[in-house]
């Protein structure tokens, strides 16, 4: 993981946002961090070499796994959520099995 993580939290959430490489950092204007109401949880980080598109970095010790930012109303009915589906929710386990046990 190249970014640094920033803050703790104070327990740990079930699941975790991630997003895949389906992200296009929405041209410069993330929809998922409106929706986060965590601040600086949902970080864009540029692509320095396909401006203005990015990606979103989504910090795992400040995600709270609330899934607003995957909200796509009841059966999909309005779009809210990511435009290109690159978010999912991965279980805490899963997450960090992969990545490393996180330090709360
Ligand atoms: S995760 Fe989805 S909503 Fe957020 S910046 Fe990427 S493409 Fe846009
Ligand atoms: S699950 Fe909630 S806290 Fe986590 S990134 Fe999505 S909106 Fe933010």
Redesign the pocket.
Known sequence: MAEALTAKRKRKPKDIAV?TD?????AGS???QTLCPVDECMILCHDEAHDPFG??WVDPLKCIGCKKCITKGPEGLWLEG???N??EMETLESWEGRNGTLPY
Not at 22 to 26: E, K, L
Request: glycine share 6%; charged share 0%.
């Open positions: 997003i389906n992200c296009t950092g929405c993330p929809v998922c990606y979103i990511c435009p290109w690159a978010i």
